[in-house]
């Protein structure tokens, strides 16, 4: 494949699909190549305080633009909590979720556009033009299908209050997304996978946020049935997550927390899958015999994404893999 023309599409979850973004961009860019679009989980969306969030899209919004808060991971650089303690006064929305101010502008604006009738593609192209982002955003799809896990003690809650609130610690059995079985991709995503050159699977958590993009009814066939390659990139190095808690997802549905393990979850596109190449860590390359027994390419490659230049020199593996 020749870099320098090549359309690239990345499916992506919030705070490693992002930097994997980033890299996307940034090795584009040196390559001369057009900018990649990069699908983004929804699944993660929420309702609170009568404001819609998109916690994954805002994590690429903010990250391609620069606004974000990288050290604590989540939200806008410098940002205050004002109205939030309003909120908490009133009782109003979750004690244990923040929303900042200038992210509670995000949310408001979003709404606001939801209301008059906007579709949340719209909304994204909207948001994604206030920053020079160098990446095309879409939404995997335009109907609500916000994650939930069912426990095994029989409740339910959002993925939210799972993950923010109790931190993944209470046992899950299941993660669904009711309404998926009638949603669409949002438009452009199946032929933006038709027309690409190369697919990306990002280093997301995936179960919460590649799984609901897989999850888009016609996704996983658009997937199959492109003449792009199609790679993933390992969210486990080392047997461990790089960060966050995706290993508990990973046990809830039987998958072992190991790059080979997920890579075999994904599957080989020969074999009804989604995978013709996987990008494993050197620390895992003891497995890349494995991997390519499931008719997957192993490729061994610095996975550790600490700053722009490992992200862009994995993208660029990643791309010429
Ligand atoms: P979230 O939506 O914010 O949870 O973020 P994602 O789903 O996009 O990504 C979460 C996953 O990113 C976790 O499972 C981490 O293991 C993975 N991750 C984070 N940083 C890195 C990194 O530097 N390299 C790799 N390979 N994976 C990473
Ligand atoms: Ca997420």
């Known amino acids: ?45 929420l309702w609170l305080s009568g404001v819609r969030l998109q916690p994954d899209i805002d994590s690429v919004l903010y990250a391609l633009s620069g606004v974000n808060d990288s050290v604590r991971g989540w939200g806008r650089t410098g940002d205050t909590e004002r109205v939030n303690a309003e909120l908490q006064a009133w009782g109003a929305g979750w004690p244990w979720f923040t929303l900042g101010d200038l992210d509670l502008g995000t949310h408001l604006a979003r709404t606001g556009w939801l209301r008059d009738g906007l579709t949340v593609t719209q909304v994204v192209e909207r948001l994604s033009q206030r920053w020079n982002l160098g990446v095309r955003m879409l939404p995997m799809t335009d109907t609500e299908v916000d994650t939930h896990v069912l426990l095994q003690d029989g409740r339910r809650m959002h993925f939210q209050e799972w993950w923010t609130r109790h931190r993944a610690t209470l046992a899950p059995a299941e993660f669904e997304n009711p309404g998926m079985a009638e949603a669409l991709p949002a438009p452009g995503v199946v032929e933006a996978i038709a027309d690409a050159d190369v697919v990306l699977i990002a280093p997301s958590n995936p179960v919460v946020s590649i799984g609901p993009i897989l999850a888009v009814p016609g996704i996983r066939a658009a997937l199959r049935a492109t003449a792009a390659p199609v790679g993933g990139v390992s969210p486990i190095i080392g047997g461990k997550v790089v960060r966050g808690m995706a290993d508990v997802c990973l046990t809830a549905i039987g998958v072992e927390t190991s790059a080979a393990a997920v890579a075999a979850h994904y599957g080989a596109r020969s074999g009804g899958g989604v995978l013709d190449a996987w990008l494993m860590a050197e620390e895992d390359a003891d497995a890349a015999a494995a991997v390519d027994g499931l008719g997957i390419r192993a490729v061994v490659a610095p996975l550790w994404m600490r700053d722009l230049e490992h992200s862009a020199a994995l993208a660029d593996a990643a791309l010429r893999a």
């Open 1 to 45: 494949m020749d870099t320098a023309s090549a359309r690239v599409v990345v499916l992506a979850g919030g705070v490693g699909g992002s930097k994997f973004t980033l890299g996307v961009r940034e090795a584009l860019r040196r390559a001369g190549a057009p900018a990649a679009t990069v699908v983004v989980n929804t699944g993660d969306d």
